[in-house]
């Protein structure tokens, strides 16, 4: 059996220690109000739910999540150590069909001292800092209060926000510090503070990469100098493709469309041998064979060939034989803050205030006490 943490509100503490008060008129009042104290927080503070964050350990956004189904197996405290990394607080045992999860319940400012020291370079300049510790602090919340019914809020890999342990950096406890409780608010709600590492000439638009667009993130200078993965290479097989998109016979690859701001939209695939069967694909007579054509999104293609390895979608293709060329710039989505322009602009001279100004126009920062409880709830 597990132990079950008691949440109440502090009004509803309150009023519950009033009552007791108001009951017990005689002179073991204070005796009986100490032991209801003992015995309703038996040697630990108060701890509110909302100080904490449930982050499920997750190396790769190729890893199956926990179903809705998954049952709690056992829950503890301590210290965890995990591919060379440690890891604090209380950590819940799930248990699904496709087998077992772990997911690490925290101190909500720990986690972002961790997720900070996760994402941003070694020895950064303290604006980048902070701008990276309230976008952190911010998606965190937004994706909290979406995911406030289900077993975890957040995972530790790119699928959210890195999340490697324990921060051990004193620059970054300092950056979170200074802009304790900050969020940023877009008509008085937080926003879904989406960022990447780098790009290069304008960052892309949410809606190019998914299917929600918001007002807040538009399309800007990305603002990186000599950022890695300023320019790149990758060859890849038609076979490894084949593989990873689940297709065989790959004859070609080309681009088909590209997104507003360059970005490549979707790729053509031409592959041998008919098959009527399958109307997504558009059949023609080439010198005896037959072939065929599909389109396959940009994004999709990254993903299913990982994230690392097709390090964003601004890209060109020359192909050769049987294999695939492509030439790129940047790494990730491209959307929203870009961390390494963020730290440009910091050694340019500029605050973390107009760093995220500048990526998130038309954004306010908020103290999250000064948020109201409706406010607080982010949309989906």
């Excluded at 994706?143 to 921060?167: M, P, R």
């Excluded at 990758?234 to 016979?249: H, L, M, N, P, W």
Aim: charged share 25%; hydrophobic share 35%; proline share 4%.
């Amino acid at each position: 059996m597990t132990n079950q943490r008691l949440k109440i509100s502090l009004a509803e503490y309150t009023s519950f220690i009033f009552n007791v008060m108001f009951i017990s008129k005689n002179k073991f009042r204070p005796i009986i109000i100490c032991m209801l104290l003992l015995l309703s927080f038996p040697l630990r503070p108060i701890v509110f739910a909302e100080d904490t964050v449930k982050i499920l350990m997750h190396e790769s956004p190729r890893d199956p999540l926990p179903s809705e189904q998954a049952e709690r197996l056992e829950s503890l405290t301590g210290k965890v150590f995990f591919n060379g990394k440690s890891y604090s607080g209380s950590f819940e045992i799930l248990s699904d069909e496709n087998g077992l999860y772990v997911v690490n319940n925290l101190p909500f400012g720990k986690y972002i001292e961790g997720v900070v020291a996760s994402e941003a370079g070694k020895d950064w300049a303290i604006e980048a800092l902070k701008a990276q510790a309230v976008i952190s602090r911010t998606y965190a919340i937004f994706n909290k209060n979406i995911n406030t019914e289900k077993n975890f809020h957040l995972t530790s890999s790119v699928l959210h926000q890195l999340y490697k342990g324990d921060n051990a950096d004193p620059l970054i406890t300092q950056a979170v510090q200074a802009t304790e409780k900050e969020v940023l608010t877009y008509e008085g709600r937080p926003i879904n503070a989406l960022y990447h590492a780098t790009c290069e000439g304008k960052t892309e638009l949410p809606e190019e990469v998914w299917v929600e667009s918001y007002p807040y993130i538009r399309s800007v200078a990305c603002n990186g100098i000599n950022a890695p993965y300023e320019n790149w290479q990758k060859k890849f097989t038609f076979e490894q493709i084949g593989k990873a998109v689940g297709i065989d016979g790959i004859r070609d690859i080309s681009i088909a469309a590209y997104t507003s701001t360059g970005r490549v939209k979707t790729l053509k695939i031409t592959i041998a041998g008919a098959n009527e069967n399958d109307p997504s694909l558009k059949q023609a007579d080439k010198g005896g064979f037959s072939e065929q054509t599909i389109e396959i999104k940009a994004t999709e293609l990254r993903r299913k060939l990982g994230y690392k390895e097709l390090p964003s979608t601004d890209f060109s293709i020359t192909t050769a034989g049987a294999e695939a060329f492509f030439d790129g710039k940047g790494y990730g989505h491209g959307v929203g803050l870009s961390q390494w322009g963020a730290l440009a602009m910091a050694k340019q001279g500029k605050s973390y205030r107009e760093i995220l100004a500048h990526y998130y126009p038309g954004t306010t920062i908020k103290n999250s006490e000064e948020l109201h409880s409706k406010n607080i709830r982010s949309e989906k």
